[in-house]
């Protein structure tokens, strides 16, 4: 696997958003979707439980690979899941 390097954005948003690292991990390990963004990003995604908010959330990571690494760019999470899944199959 490679080596997992993450952008100093990518963990203020961990604090700033109140996102669980554990729910990024499982994301990034496992995404329920990918989908390609600007080369060479990648978008990844996961349906969760978001114990802060009481409700179903999205996860959308923007990721980075190289040939050595991957880097996370950027992680946000939202509550309008058929909007980003329109059209997606797991």
Not at 29 to 34: I, R, V
Not at 35 to 52: E, H, I, K, S, T
Not at 62 to 77: G, L, M, P, S
């Amino acid at each position: 696997m490679k080596r997992l390097r993450w952008s100093p954005h990518a963990l203020d948003n961990l604090t700033d958003r109140e996102i669980d690292r554990a729910e990024v991990n499982k994301t990034l390990e496992n995404p329920e979707f990918e989908v390609a963004g600007q080369p060479p990003r990648r978008l990844l995604m996961r349906r969760y439980f978001d114990q802060v908010l009481q409700q179903e959330m999205l996860l959308r990571i923007v990721v980075e690979d190289a040939a050595t690494e991957r880097v996370v760019i950027t992680i946000y999470k939202t509550s309008q899941i058929d909007k980003y899944l329109k059209g997606l199959e797991p």
